[in-house]
Nanobody
Framework: VQLQASGGGLVQTGGSLGLSCAASGSVFSIALMGWHRQAPGKQRELVATITHDGEINYGYGVKGRFTISRDNEKNTVYLQMNSLKPEDTAVYYC?????????WGKGTLVTVSS
């Protein structure tokens, strides 16, 4: 499975940004897709995940501001980020799990200016 993320960039505090991540290759039975992020000097942390059936889990501090969604036919996961804060600044990584094997995409940088 290859994951290609797009979106990201620079936004002001309170602004919105959308990310998308398309899976390609052997894409059948991808059970879980989602996003993690890593801020400078910090460990990678969960942002949100969504199962093939639409079960969603959000990480700490993003629920109510971020919305994850998934298009199974397009093998694509989306992350809509609203009310962005400077502490949301990080490299965002797309993640997928297929047959209990994890795959990671290259990160995309999100910078929120104060």
């Amino acid at each position: 499975v290859q994951l290609q993320a797009s979106g990201g960039g620079l936004v002001q505090t309170g602004g919105s940004l959308g990310l998308s991540c398309a899976a390609s290759g052997s894409v059948f039975s991808i059970a879980l897709m989602g996003w993690h992020r890593q801020a400078p000097g910090k460990q990678r942390e969960l942002v949100a995940t969504i199962t093939h059936d639409g079960e969603i889990n959000y990480g700490y501090g993003v629920k109510g501001r971020f919305t994850i969604s998934r298009d199974n036919e397009k093998n694509t996961v989306y992350l809509q980020m609203n009310s962005l804060k400077p502490e949301d600044t990080a490299v965002y990584y797309c993640h997928a799990v297929q047959f209990q094997v994890g795959f990671w995409g290259k990160g995309t940088l999100v910078t929120v200016s104060s």
